[in-house]
């Protein structure tokens, strides 16, 4: 160089100058950062709740099923078949001396006609079933008793009835008082006092539909010919799959085609599968709101770029690099969609606390969502800004100043 002098160099930028240089676009424009943060914030946030609220859905469910019992087994005949196929009488004891079953009992449709009194039109029918019941079959289905008592053996060999909770509305008989007399129902010919309501069972609706009976009663007053109908099995849960392969040739050795077995806690989780998808579903609509944040991002800082080119000029002119002007932008990018990250983190994560709350669900706020959706943001920002923060470099310090005068 002329006369031994060397260009000047530019200054080294510490990382607190650097975040410094990116702040002053957001301290000076508070009301374009709020709006461009806010599409950045909307997607994450519905990122957060698409995924939380399914997730603290999914924890409840399994919860309740397992305090329902994912250990117990259905067993009945195959429907649509004339004549019906009947189970035969000692199936209940074949079934309780597979290895692995820990309790079996069992209902049994006597296809008796029930009525809360004898003035009844012959053509007033309730639709609801009359079953026999054996006397161990709340604790398999995991009833319980909303009012007065279960049938036991004090009282399984005289006429008297428990009703499920949607034949006690139908009948009439939402509870059962302790010191009044216990109500009375004609089922046929014969009546039946009524001892106990029960709860809703959501494992087995079709006790709520019904009346159950004693199984010796239903033999002595309804005709019934002690052949179950659905046979209720609870077995070692390790093993319930290899039980469940068992049980129709055990239940009907003759005909175990006519068998099936259901595993009703099964239908509770598919409603949940069938939930998940329409979550998939909204978060990636979620990814597409993140996605648009960016875009408005990317579109702020280019507006950005053209207000301030006086100031770019400005700092060229005093020595800045381009590296420098570039590293500016692209902090103020960054920072801009990490702001709108964290305010969206709070807004979803509040959502979720709120409606797992509404629902008494236990809250599930799946840490790896929250991990990628704020480093998502940082790369949204940084993709946003690439463009701006190189367009800004390339500006000259004379057609910088020189179209700002």
Do not use: C
């Amino acid at each position: 160089m002329p006369g031994g002098t060397t260009p000047p160099r530019p200054v080294r930028l510490s990382v607190l100058d650097i975040l410094g240089l990116g702040l002053v676009g957001i301290r000076t424009r508070k009301a374009r950062t709020v709006l461009s943060a806010l599409g950045i914030s909307l997607g994450l946030a519905t990122m957060i709740v698409v995924t939380a609220i399914p997730a603290s859905s999914q924890r409840a469910l399994l919860e309740r099923l397992s305090a329902l019992g994912t250990d117990m087994l259905r067993v009945q005949p195959q429907p649509g078949h004339d004549p019906p196929v009947a189970l035969p009488a000692e199936s209940l004891a074949m079934t309780g001396r597979i290895g692995p079953v820990t309790a079996v009992s069992a209902v049994a449709n006597t296809h008796a006609e029930v009525h809360r009194s004898d003035r009844y039109d012959r053509a007033d029918y309730t639709g609801l079933s009359v079953l026999a019941a054996k006397s161990d079959l709340l604790p398999l289905i995991n009833g319980r008793v909303a009012a007065g008592r279960f049938l036991d053996r004090g009282s399984g060999d005289f006429p008297t009835a428990v009703l499920g909770s949607v034949a006690a509305a139908r009948l009439g008989f939402p509870g059962i008082e302790p010191d009044a007399p216990a109500p009375q129902i004609l089922i046929d010919h014969s009546w039946f006092t009524v001892v106990g309501v029960l709860e809703r069972t959501p494992l087995s609706p079709d006790i709520d539909r019904s009346v159950l009976v004693g199984w010796n009663p239903a033999r002595a007053e309804l005709g019934f010919d002690g052949r179950p109908t659905v046979i209720y099995v609870k077995a070692e849960e390790e093993h319930i799959e290899a039980v469940s392969q068992v049980l129709p040739a055990t239940v009907h050795p003759e005909l175990p085609g006519m068998v099936t077995v259901s595993r009703p806690s099964d239908a509770l989780t598919a409603k949940q599968q069938t939930r998940s998808t329409f979550s998939a579903l909204f978060l990636g609509l979620a990814l597409v709101a993140l996605l648009v944040g960016g875009v408005g991002i990317a579109n702020t800082m280019v507006i950005s770029v053209i207000e301030r080119r006086r100031e770019i000029g400005l700092r060229r002119a005093l020595g800045a690099s381009r590296g420098q002007i570039r590293l500016q932008f692209l902090t103020e990018s960054v920072v801009l969609s990490t702001l709108g990250g964290l305010a969206g983190t709070a807004f979803g994560v509040l959502a979720a606390l709120a409606y797992a709350a509404f629902h008494q669900w236990p809250v599930v706020v799946p840490l790896p969502v929250l991990t990628a959706g704020l480093s998502a943001t940082v790369l949204v920002g940084a993709l946003a800004g690439v463009y701006p923060s190189v367009r800004a470099s390339r500006l000259s310090p004379t057609e910088a100043l020189g179209a700002s005068a």
